[in-house]
């Protein structure tokens, strides 16, 4: 890997406010990219021109790479040739005025209340497991954060008093009200439950595997999938569709943007506007559907 990309990773990863997630994925847009300018054009990455990433965005689309990904390779490339050109690595940036190909956003897939209530009504309460789950669905559906989120908390994160939860981020908290169904599972699950699953006495996460150890992405998605399976639900169950429905819910109950706002923890409402359009199309459908001269 080029040493310039090993300080675009250095400086992502030490200098801006964004997740390993997000700082990985830049890195390997980066990498495709480079290994393309070598074999193509036999260039380094300081001497790539404008031509030579459009030629790279255009070989991605007859790879069948959706908009989506081109898009976001593109924002990858921009952002670590803007990071060269404040550098004064280079003196020209040949990303410059290169637009992203227009990405049809599709309205966000959630579940009805009456799914969410058959896929919480599934875990086995009498088992440990089953009472680690029910508490994990029950929070994530209650507060709507993201299974990062969720799987990041500390045991010291849930405050009984405010009937709250404190989300972290590098230079960034926020506090989530906790419904009383979820506040029964947690409260219960931290004083009784949790301790059944202890193994290291230091270690504070909030929700742990069988194994007493942290529990990790791919295993509450097994989770999910289980439970969604159970419950006979034929969509794709992923936690972003809890979490989707959530916000959702909401809405239709009559809450309002700002709210939503400070709940999904969005800097931007440019994601909750998609979720309006998901419940003004539901709208009009029923209005379709029960107006007698519609």
Not at 250 to 272: E, P, R, Y
Not at 284 to 293: A, D, M, Q, W
């Amino acid at each position: 890997m080029s040493e310039h990309i090993n300080d675009f990773s250095h400086f992502l990863r030490n200098k801006r406010n964004i997740s390993e997630n997000t700082s990985s994925a830049y890195i390997g847009d980066i990498i495709a990219f480079y290994k393309y300018i070598k074999e193509t054009y036999r260039k380094d990455i300081l001497s790539v021109t404008k031509s030579m990433i459009l030629t790279y965005m255009l070989d991605m689309q007859k790879k069948s790479k959706n908009a989506a990904t081109v898009s976001r390779s593109l924002s990858s490339i921009k952002s670590f040739y803007n990071f060269l050109e404040d550098r004064g690595d280079i003196v020209k940036n040949p990303s410059n005025n290169i637009h992203a190909p227009r990405i049809d956003r599709k309205l966000p897939e959630y579940l009805s209340s009456e799914e969410i209530d058959k896929l919480l009504s599934l875990p086995d309460i009498a088992s440990t497991k089953g009472y680690r789950d029910k508490t994990m669905l029950e929070l994530m559906y209650s507060t709507g954060i993201k299974v990062s989120e969720l799987l990041d908390l500390r045991t010291g994160d849930y405050n009984s008093s405010s009937e709250s939860l404190s989300i972290n981020k590098k230079n960034n908290t926020r506090r989530v009200p906790v419904g009383s169904q979820a506040k029964y599972y947690l409260e219960t699950y931290l004083s009784e439950r949790r301790k059944e699953l202890i193994v290291d006495p230091a270690d504070d996460s909030m929700f742990l595997n069988l194994s007493g150890a942290h529990m990790s992405r791919q295993g509450f998605w097994k989770i999910i999938r289980q439970y969604a399976r159970g419950a006979g639900i034929k969509k794709r169950i992923t936690p972003q569709i809890i979490r989707n429905s959530f916000v959702i819910h909401l809405l239709q109950n009559g809450a309002d943007i700002n709210t939503l706002q400070v709940l999904f923890g969005q800097n931007s409402i440019s994601a909750i506007q998609m979720y309006l359009k998901t419940q003004e199309k539901r709208t009009f459908e029923i209005y379709r559907k029960s107006h007698p001269r519609a």
